[in-house]
Structures are given as C-alpha cells and as structure tokens.
C-alpha cells in the first residue's frame, strides 16, 4: 500500500529565506507527483506537477524535484515571502490503473514569518 | 468563473440526518473525485467517477454514495449520519487521458465543511 510522508510537520522561518519542504513515498510505482497548497479555511490550489519521467518542475519561484528509484520530493521554495504561509501537501498517482486519485501526505505547515 | 464549485460551503447537521452536498465543474473534465479531510488534517480519497462509471471506491461506509447526474456535477450523499463524519470534504475534477495519468492535474473545490452534532 503505497504511504506519503512529508517531513517536517511544521516550519518556521523568517521572511526571505530559502526552504525545503520534504515528500517520501513506500512504492516507486507512480505515475506522477504533485504539490498543493491549502490556505487555512480554503481549497487546494495545484503549484506543480511531475511526470514520472521528470526530474524535476520550475515555477517562479517553486522548484521541485523528483527521485522515483529512491521514493523522495522536495519542494524548494526562493526568497520566502509571507503570502507563502500555508500547508503544502505532496501527493502521488499510484500505478493503478484506469483513473485513479491521489495519495496525499500529511502536510508541511508552514510559517514565514515577516 | 469558479473552476470546480462545492456547496454547501458549511453544513452543521443532527445525528442520523440524511445530507448531500453538492460538485460542479465547468472544465469539461470527465473524471471528479471526492476526497475526506479529517480533523487531523490527512486528506485521503473516498470515490472518483469516469463516465458515470464508479473507477474507485476506498473503504468508505456504504451509507456514503457518489451520484452523477451528469458529466459536470458529482454529488455525494450521506445516510444515517455520524459523528465520525464531521471533516472536510473536497471535490475535484481531471480529464481522463485513457492511458496512464501521468498528465492529470487534479482541480479542487473550496470545501464542505461537515459537522455533525
């Protein structure tokens, strides 16, 4: 059964600094990662997608790697600002076949702090 | 325009009440989703729909049920209400390649927040 694990579970850091959130997941047969971000009280809102094939995905300043053969992620994040504040969620499609939905970790929460 | 639209957006309800809330999507996507968001904030998925075929349903209590009456909305009932039932429920939408998903981003919507008392 394929788990998500996002380290850490919670984040601080002061405005500008650069960041890495973490993703981990038990089985290497996805067919493609991705990165939300949920606003307290909101939906998810997508920031990037990759492919399996992929290594890794730009987006202003978003950049987000993938290792498939090792199971791991992580999101880079430029120059925080404070409107980066919220919880990043990582997810994988698992090779199941037909239309299959998200397998969704827990949640990097994250604070940058003006 | 709203992509991917949910209401209610807040629903307090009794024990034992039967409710629905309700999914639109006017991407012209053919694949929506329901996920559950529990209080601990672990969003995990409950069905996605293709066609009006059910493609997957997790091991959800079959008082849960998905209902489409077309390509755009997916609807989700709930029977007998409980209190384990109180989260978040989100809807989301993907078009459907035939092959693998590789390229399905999915859309959500805002949220149905649940409470039942």
């Known amino acids: 059964k394929q788990e998500v694990t996002q380290i850490p579970a919670a984040l601080s850091v002061p405005e500008g600094e650069n960041l890495v959130l973490n993703c981990s997941f038990t089985d290497s047969a996805i067919y493609n990662l991705q990165w939300f971000r949920q606003d307290p009280g909101k939906g998810l809102t997508s920031l990037l997608l990759i492919q399996s094939s992929q290594r890794e995905q730009t987006s202003g300043r978003l950049n987000a790697s993938l290792d498939k053969s090792s199971g791991r992620s992580t999101l880079y994040i430029a120059a925080s600002q404070p409107g980066d504040s919220a919880t990043y969620l990582c997810a994988v499609t698992y090779s199941g076949g037909g239309a299959d939905g998200l397998t969704f970790g827990k949640g990097t929460h994250l604070i940058i702090q003006p | 325009d709203t992509a991917v639209s949910q209401t209610p957006k807040y629903l307090v309800t009794q024990m034992g009440n039967d409710k629905s809330i309700k999914c639109e999507q006017n991407l012209g996507h053919d694949t929506m989703y329901w996920y559950k968001q529990d209080s601990k904030k672990f969003l995990k998925i409950m069905f996605s729909?293709?066609?009006?075929?059910?493609?997957i349903n997790e091991t959800v209590p079959n008082r849960f049920s998905p209902k489409s009456p077309d390509k755009a909305h997916l609807n989700l009932h709930i029977n007998s209400l409980e209190l384990g039932d109180s989260a978040v429920y989100f809807c989301a939408s993907s078009q459907y390649t035939g092959g693998p998903p590789a390229l399905e981003t999915q859309y959500f919507g805002p949220g149905t927040r649940l409470l039942v008392l």
């Open positions: 729909y293709n066609n009006k075929e059910l493609i």
